[in-house]
């Protein structure tokens, strides 16, 4: 453990500018990025005493070994470097969100000669527009069935199209109007891409004007009486309505949104983002961090807001974005935000109305997310077993600690002496096990003292137990949860691998002895 005094910069090193600063382990490695209006400032936070800083933060300035800064002009610059480091990196030390699952997008492939409609997921690509994410990639392939009856755009591998344009024959999709079949020549690529862009158009959320333009079109054949056109123009109007009620309308004025929610504890942290894109939920995504750094609720949001627009083009930043709480450079980040847009971008908590009440849905979703992420975590055997395997190497133990046991000292004012345990096995807490301690009451608050009791009394306990069972004695051992029919307490039937107590060196001493 390094003394951060060691690597400490001497005064008058740092400047008082915008800029980026990395911190290194001893083998050189990067274990934290960060920015600041003033490095000067920012910098000077992280050499306090220990005592005084945040655990995590304690944590990280004892494992580096030195500490470096990259001066920038702007705060906007400062974001924009920070982000790519983050990724050049990744750092041990900073929040990273990870998605909790692999969304698919439908994606149309402009920057092809003959654009084509498919499903996309991992990293996009340049010139390739995306709409979603979608929860499955089965409600998209619905939406494009539909499409396609109004929107022929081509939906087949380069190798089915390369086959189809030797052959000469269009595939089946062409034979049944679902396709404009450019392989075969039937339409120009000049007209395919129109297609393809009224395509991206409609997804986009400009449904009403299409729609309406429809609409006349079938009342005009109507009133030349081609009553056959004017059929199929109905069946394309009700295929692009079903197309557009498998998205909810939750904002009236056509609204192009992204809100964004959190739910935290201490040591994790879940997203929520729903894309509103005309109005409409077009997507919703999320991620969980562990919460590796000192960060507050403000802070999550920023990066957040890095992790979703700084590898999206342009076109992916809506005009709003809605957030719980402004980061703390509000400023900065609304116009790093309007840069990659290509124009003005709102940052904003929203106040009231539909808004309001849609972001509250969609913190009840990052809240559920939580939720099911610990329930998941807690319960895969193979993430205990490792979490286990982990304890024992750092404490050097023979083998892994199958049964945790937890002791802490409670009183008021020296009066009132009580002593909790809480008991883990495999990882999972056994709530039945968990007991409560009276102790007797000590002269002056001797936390010491009442530590070495419950130590004693709970392995005593233990020994005893071992020769005879059935029996229990009336030393003020209560259950908390769970007792038998007949009120008592289980026995303390198992011995713990590991006991941790609350507290400092005498308390650990006092445990030892005991």
């Given at each position: 453990m390094a003394d951060p005094t060691s690597y400490r910069p001497a005064p008058g090193q740092i400047p008082d500018v915008p800029g980026v600063y990395k911190f290194r382990d001893e083998h050189r490695r990067v274990i934290y990025v960060g920015k600041a209006k003033s490095l000067k400032q920012r910098l000077a936070n992280y050499?306090?005493?220990l005592a005084s800083l945040h655990p995590r933060t304690a944590t990280m300035v004892t494992t580096a070994a030195s500490v470096e800064w990259t001066v920038v002009s702007t705060e906007v610059e400062a974001l924009q470097l920070e982000y790519s480091w983050i990724k050049e990196y990744d750092p041990r030390f900073n929040v990273k969100y990870r998605d909790d699952k692999s969304y698919p997008y439908l994606a149309v492939t402009l920057n092809e000669e003959f654009p084509r409609v498919q499903v996309m997921r991992g990293q996009k690509k340049k010139g390739v527009r995306y709409f979603g994410p979608y929860a499955h990639a089965w409600a998209i392939r619905e939406t494009v069935d539909l499409m396609l009856r109004v929107f022929p755009v081509r939906t087949c591998s380069a190798g089915v199209f390369r086959n189809a344009a030797s052959a000469g024959r269009p595939c089946l999709l062409g034979y049944i109007g679902k396709c404009s079949a450019p392989c075969v020549g039937r339409v120009a690529p000049e007209e395919h891409r129109e297609l393809a862009e009224e395509f991206c158009d409609f997804m986009a959320g400009r449904t009403g004007t299409y729609i309406r333009r429809l609409e006349k079109q079938m009342m005009a054949a109507a009133e030349e009486m081609e009553y056959e056109k004017a059929g199929r123009l109905r069946d394309d109007i009700g295929a692009l309505r079903r197309a557009m009620e498998k998205s909810a309308v939750v904002?009236?004025?056509a609204t192009d949104a992204d809100l964004i929610a959190l739910a935290e504890d201490e040591l994790e942290a879940a997203v929520q983002i729903f894309h509103v894109r005309g109005g409409r939920v077009r997507g919703q995504r999320g991620w969980v961090t562990d919460k590796v750094e000192a960060v507050d609720t403000a802070g999550l949001v920023e990066h957040a807001l890095q992790q979703l627009y700084g590898e999206e083009s342009g076109e992916a930043v809506p005009k709003e974005v809605l957030v719980p709480a402004l980061p703390e450079d509000a400023e900065a980040v609304t116009q790093w935000l309007s840069g990659r847009r290509g124009s003005l971008v709102s940052l904003r908590i929203p106040q009231r109305g539909d808004k309001k009440d849609l972001m509250a849905t969609v913190a009840r979703n990052a809240q559920q997310a939580l939720v099911l992420h610990k329930t998941k975590r807690a319960s895969d055997l193979t993430t205990r077993s490792r979490a286990l395997?982990?304890?024992?190497?750092a404490l050097d133990l023979e083998s892994a600690p199958?049964?945790?046991?937890?002791?802490?000292?409670?009183?008021?004012?020296?009066?009132?002496?009580?002593?909790?345990?809480?008991?883990?096995?495999?990882?999972l807490p056994r709530k039945s096990e968990y007991r409560r301690f009276q102790i007797k009451s000590f002269e002056g608050q001797d936390d010491v003292r009442a530590m070495h009791e419950v130590i004693g009394r709970r392995f005593r306990r233990y020994l005893a137990e071992k020769e005879r069972t059935g029996e229990w004695g009336e030393d003020g051992?209560?259950?908390?949860?769970?007792?038998?029919?007949?009120?008592r307490p289980k026995r303390f039937a198992y011995p713990?691998?590991?006991?941790?107590?609350?507290?400092?060196q005498p308390q650990v001493a006092a445990a030892r002895r005991a």
């Open positions: 050499f306090q005493p904002l009236a004025d395997e982990e304890i024992a190497e199958l049964r945790i046991e937890c002791f802490d000292i409670s009183h008021l004012q020296g009066e009132d002496v009580v002593a909790s345990m809480v008991v883990f096995e495999d990882g051992e209560v259950a908390v949860d769970e007792a038998g029919d007949d009120g713990p691998q590991l006991v941790v107590v609350d507290g400092g």
